[in-house]
């Protein structure tokens, strides 16, 4: 069973930057990427960006695009997410996913299979 375990979440003042990290232990099935998803209290839990696991692809959310970036090391099977010019908006348990390879690397489709148990990111104003 893969394991996931983030860190790098806490409060912090608009505008500031935090650097989210997850490392995948126990991975014993091929990936097709990881990535970011984020829920907010009394809302739906929402994508926010992935990285395929074997090319450089990357897709974002409109809501973060040019201010989060994704990227991974392979070698310590770690992804990470680096959030620049916060906002109170941003406010949300982060979680980070792999999703298996099911033929495709195609990241708006991926289906995510093992999920982080999230960091909290809270951003004041």
């Known amino acids: 069973q893969v394991q996931l375990v983030e860190s790098g979440g806490g409060l912090v003042q608009a505008g500031d930057t935090l650097r989210l990290s997850c490392t995948a232990s126990?991975?014993?099935?091929?990936?097709?990427?990881m990535g970011w998803f984020r829920q907010a209290p009394g809302k739906e839990r929402e994508f926010v960006a992935a990285?395929?696991?074997?090319?450089?692809?990357?897709y974002y959310a409109d809501s973060v695009k040019g201010r989060f970036t994704i990227s991974r090391d392979n070698a310590k099977n770690t992804v990470y997410l680096q959030m620049n010019s916060l906002k109170p908006e941003d406010t949300a348990v982060y979680y980070c996913?792999?999703?298996?390879?099911?033929?495709?690397?195609?990241?708006?489709?991926?289906?995510?299979?093992?999920w982080g148990q999230g960091t909290q990111v809270t951003v004041s104003s």
């Open positions: 996913a792999v999703g298996r390879f099911r033929g495709s690397f195609d990241l708006r489709t991926v289906t995510y299979d093992y």
């Open positions: 990285i395929s696991w074997s090319t450089s692809s990357t």
């Open positions: 126990r991975l014993s099935v091929s990936i097709a990427a």
